[in-house]
């Protein structure tokens, strides 16, 4: 008789385990996709055409610039 609740224990904490564990696993898979997601506007600089992001650019009268001595030597 006891043995009958002790095997229903036993099998109740396995699937509670199994369960756990695969909410865990969805999650980090969850995060994994949205950071794979995450897209960066990348732009050529004008002088030496190295890509660079977008909100980081220098920007000109002629375009985009990588740093400011870009901008310079460009745009004098």
């Given at each position: 008789?006891?043995?009958?609740?002790?095997?229903?224990?036993?099998?109740?904490?396995?699937?509670?385990?199994?369960?756990?564990?695969?909410?865990?696993?969805?999650?980090?898979?969850?995060?994994?996709?949205?950071?794979?997601?995450?897209?960066?506007?990348?732009?050529?600089?004008?002088?030496?055409?190295?890509?660079?992001?977008?909100?980081?650019?220098?920007?000109?009268k002629h375009g985009?610039?990588?740093?400011?001595?870009?901008?310079?030597?460009?745009?004098?």
């Amino acid at each position: 008789m006891v043995s009958k609740y002790l095997l229903i224990l036993v099998i109740l904490m396995a699937a509670i385990f199994i369960w756990r564990s695969n909410r865990k696993l969805a999650v980090k898979e969850r995060k994994a996709a949205e950071q794979r997601t995450k897209v960066i506007d990348m732009q050529p600089c004008r002088w030496c055409a190295v890509q660079i992001p977008t909100v980081e650019a220098v920007q000109g009268k002629h375009g985009s610039y990588c740093s400011a001595a870009h901008l310079h030597k460009a745009e004098p």
